[in-house]
C-alpha cells in the first residue's frame, strides 16, 4: 500500500547522527524501510553503522545538505530530527531539493515556521507530515510479492501487521494504543498528522487518500481538543466517503483555556471541546468511542456488520 509514499521509497534523514537521530534510524532500517543517507554538514563524507541484529551492519553515508543526498541517492522522502531552532531551515532545505514528501517530528516548531514551510512545499508540489508527529507507517501485504512496508518516524514497528484499516490521528501515545487494540484487524498504513495548530496535512487530505485507496475498507480517526479539523473531516466524509469510519476524541475532562499536550490542543470556545467534535462526527453518523478499547469494539462491530471482514 503507498499512502503518500512509494514502496520501497529511498529515504534520508535528516539529523540522522543526533541520538534521537541515530536510534530511530536504526529502527526504521529494521522495519525494512530503504534508507540511504544522512544529512549533517558538519559530518559530510562520513559514513554511520547500524547494526543489525543477525544481519550485517548497514553503513549509511553522511551528506552535506539534502540536495547532494538527493543527487547521490535519488531520494524522495526525507524524516527531520533536528532541534526546533533548525526545523525551518531543514524543511526548506529538503522542498528546495525536490524532495517531495517531508516527515517532521520536532516538537516545538513556532507556529509561523511551520505555516511558512507548508506554503513553500505546496508552490514546490512537496508534502509535509508533521510537525510534532509519530509519522508515517505504511505495511506490507504478505500476500503480495511487490508489497513493501515503510516505517517514516518514531512508531514502534512490529504492533499490527497488514489489514484492513487505515489509522488517522492527530496523538503520539494514541496512534499506538489503538494499533494495539485493533491488531487482530491490522491496517494499509497509520498516519499521526500531528498536533500543532498547523500541519502540513489535515485529517481531511489523509481520509481522502485512504477514501481512493482499494486496500483500505474502514478507518479509525484519532482526534483531541482545539481547532475545528474533526468536524471539516466530519462533514467532508459525510458528503463524499465511501467506506465506514470510527472515531476517538481525546480530551473530554480537559479545561476551557488549558493547553493539554500538544500546541493545538486547547480548547477556545464551543467548537474545539471533545463533546462538540462528538456531536458533529455522530450527526453524520460516524460512530465515537468513549475510550480506546470501545472504539476498537465499535470497530469490529462496524466490520462484521458491513462483512468487511
Not at 181 to 200: H, K, M, N, Q, R
Not at 212 to 231: F, M, N, S, W
Not at 239 to 263: C, D, L, N, R, W
Request: hydrophobic share 40%; charged share 15%; glycine share 14%.
Amino acid at each position: 500500500m503507498s499512502l503518500f509514499v512509494e514502496n520501497g521509497a529511498p529515504v534520508i534523514v535528516q539529523g540522522m547522527t543526533g541520538h534521537q537521530g541515530m536510534t530511530h534510524t536504526g529502527r526504521m532500517l529494521k522495519a525494512g524501510t530503504h534508507i540511504v543517507g544522512g544529512v549533517n554538514p558538519r559530518k559530510a563524507g562520513t559514513t554511520v553503522s547500524f547494526a543489525q541484529g543477525r544481519e550485517p551492519s548497514v553503513d549509511i553515508p553522511v551528506y552535506a545538505d539534502c540536495a547532494a543526498a538527493r543527487q547521490a541517492t535519488g531520494a524522495t522522502a526525507s524524516v527531520i530530527f533536528v532541534p526546533p531552532r533548525f526545523a525551518k531551515s531543514a524543511m526548506l532545505e529538503a522542498i528546495d531539493a525536490g524532495i517531495s514528501l517531508i516527515v517532521v517530528i520536532t516538537e516545538g516548531i513556532p507556529i509561523f515556521d511551520t505555516a511558512y514551510c507548508v506554503a513553500r512545499a505546496a508552490e514546490r508540489g512537496a508534502r509535509i507530515i508533521g510537525p510534532n508527529c509519530p509519522g508515517l507507517m505504511t505495511l506490507s501485504d504478505p500476500e503480495d510479492a511487490q508489497s513493501k512496508g515503510t516505517n517514516l518516524g518514531i512508531i514502534p514497528d512490529g504492533i499490527v501487521g497488514h489489514g484492513p484499516l487505515g489509522l488517522i490521528s492527530k496523538s503520539g501515545t494514541l496512534t499506538y494504543q489503538l494499533m494495539g487494540e485493533l491488531s487482530d484487524i491490522g491496517f494499509t498504513a497509520c498516519i499521526g498528522i500531528g498536533g500543532d495548530p498547523i500541519v502540513g496535512t489535515t485529517l481531511l487530505e489523509a481520509l481522502q487518500t485512504f477514501n481512493d485507496d482499494p486496500h483500505t475498507k474502514a478507518c479509525v480517526l484519532i482526534g483531541e481538543i482545539g481547532g475545528d479539523a474533526e468536524q471539516q473531516a466530519a462533514l467532508w466524509a459525510h458528503e463524499h466517503m465511501s467506506k465506514p469510519i470510527v472515531a476517538y476524541i481525546a480530551g473530554f475532562t480537559a479545561p476551557e483555556g488549558k493547553q493539554m499536550g500538544h500546541a493545538g490542543a486547547i480548547v477556545s470556545g464551543h467548537r474545539g471541546t471533545a463533546q462538540a467534535k462528538k456531536e458533529t462526527l455522530e450527526s453524520v453518523g460516524i460512530r465515537v468511542g468513549h475510550t480506546p478499547g470501545e472504539t476498537a469494539n465499535i470497530m469490529r462491530e462496524v466490520l462484521k456488520t458491513q462483512k468487511l471482514i
